[in-house]
């Protein structure tokens, strides 16, 4: 039998409450399953729309659609379409979920300003959640869609944050992505992450964890059980070194067999040409070198001490791009196949 001090129940009792006055302080979820069918018919048809708005290349479409403070400063949201479009075309585009985010008894700051609201919304009567964690957002009847943008060879995920505004669904948000990189999807990362700390090769799988998580998350805000399964495995087998995160303030230091050591303030991973296996990206503190060869010179054997020191990095990846940061200036990135680095 388990036997508690009367501290630990204390303990046990206060988290608790502290779980029970988050979710009776969070805003109202509907999701799609417990809707109105006129409801969740309007939604999707609304996030259809968007969405072939975005195929076409249509953003002065999207802006009017959009509500005014998203409108009023469209030219980062106008780029994103731009860049987007390209990879829509010959998609066949269909609705994969709609939430209703009941916001509109959420009180403001107390200096008048927006505050973060809390969304958990159970799904199919289950243990299972998704959960939205939006900062600043004002008060309001909002909704969240997913709309897939199938193709065989790269499929995309458009989803919006709406907010309906007398009477009508605007545009409050949007957040495209990729759903494969190196031509594989969130769940075959999550596998291969898992074989990988099954053969003690924990830097590669806390790298697939996270091309998993970043597949498999519409946007930053949206959290579920599935992704906080996936995260505690990646805690779990995290590399020591890792385990507590790597910043600008906190790198990880790699010393090379010359003496020479480099600080990398974050290790991710880079899809951007489309190789068969994704690239491993890491950034650099780097001092000012004017000489670009020298400057090129200096990443790759950047390169060079992280693979001789966690060799397990030279299998998984195509090659690594280091993005050398150096205070007031651009970064200064070198990309090379991993069979070309010494």
Request: hydrophobic share 45%; aromatic share 8%.
């Amino acid at each position: 039998m388990l036997h508690l001090t009367k501290s630990a129940i204390t303990a046990v009792i206060a988290l608790i409450l502290g779980l029970s006055a988050t979710r009776m302080h969070a805003e109202i979820c509907t999701t799609q399953s417990l809707m109105a069918p006129a409801d969740r018919d309007t939604l999707a048809q609304v996030a259809k729309d968007l969405a072939l708005k975005m195929q076409m290349a249509d953003a002065a479409g999207l802006r009017s659609e959009s509500v005014a403070e998203v409108a009023k400063d469209f030219a980062g949201i106008s780029e994103v379409v731009a860049s987007t479009a390209p990879k829509l075309k010959g998609t066949s585009l269909a609705v994969d979920q709609v939430y209703l985010l009941d916001a509109s008894t959420l009180k403001r700051n107390a200096d008048g300003g927006a505050a973060d609201a809390q969304f958990f919304c159970t799904l199919n009567k289950s243990t299972a959640e998704a959960d939205f964690l939006i900062p600043a957002l004002p008060p309001g009847k909002y909704a969240f869609a997913i709309v897939d943008a199938d193709s065989p060879t790269a499929p995309w995920r458009l989803s919006f944050l709406l907010r309906q505004e007398q009477g009508k669904w605007l545009m409050a948000g949007l957040y495209p992505k990729a759903t494969t990189a190196g031509g594989h999807d969130g769940l075959w990362y999550w596998t291969q992450a898992r074989q990988m700390v099954s053969r003690k090769e924990p830097w590669s799988a806390w790298l697939y964890y996270q091309q998993s998580a970043s597949l498999l998350q519409p946007a930053g805000f949206v959290q579920s059980s599935h992704l906080e399964k996936l995260r505690n495995e990646a805690t779990a087998a995290a590399p020591p070194a890792l385990s507590e995160g790597i910043t600008n303030d906190i790198p990880l230091v790699v010393k090379a067999k010359d003496g020479v050591e480099y600080r990398f303030t974050s290790l991710g991973t880079d899809d951007s040409l489309n190789t068969p296996s994704v690239d491993l990206a890491v950034h650099l503190k780097a001092d000012p070198i004017a000489d670009q060869a020298a400057a090129r010179k200096r990443n790759i054997a950047a390169m060079s001490a992280l693979l001789a020191a966690y060799p397990e990095l030279r299998k998984p990846f195509h090659g690594v791009w280091v993005f050398a940061d150096v205070a007031g200036q651009n970064p200064y990135a070198t990309e090379q196949a991993i069979a070309d680095i010494p």
